[in-house]
């Protein structure tokens, strides 16, 4: 069955750095789009960055130039990195893709960004 882990959350100061990844098995990793999204207390799950079977990337507006998608097929891993975090980012962060109409999530890690 279709399994996704999220890995690498924790507390960051504003500022810093932290890359999370996430595992995928149970189905044909590179033939299939994954995604990041994220969830901040009291809020909607927001779309945070996209990555297509080619490797094209989209992000929402304000994770533009701050966060980067990427993956590793060879790996079945998806990985988000992100610089400059701000208090705002954080939120538990999910790994999510689609396999005929359903949608699949991970658990989510933790992303706090405190001083």
């Known amino acids: 069955q279709v399994q996704i882990v999220e890995s690498g959350g924790g507390l960051v100061q504003p500022g810093g750095s932290l890359r999370l990844s996430c595992v995928a098995s149970g189905f044909t990793f590179s033939n299939y789009a994954m995604s990041w999204y994220r969830q901040a207390p009291g809020k909607e799950r927001d779309l945070v960055a996209i990555i297509s079977t080619g490797g094209i990337t989209n992000y929402a507006d304000s994770m533009k130039g701050r966060f980067t998608i990427a993956r590793d097929n060879t790996k079945n891993t998806v990985y988000l990195q992100m610089n400059n975090l701000q208090p705002e980012d954080t939120a538990v962060y999910y790994c999510?893709?689609?396999?005929?109409?359903?949608?699949?999530w991970g658990q989510g890690t933790q992303v706090t960004v405190s001083s």
């Open positions: 999510k893709t689609r396999i005929r109409w359903a949608d699949y």
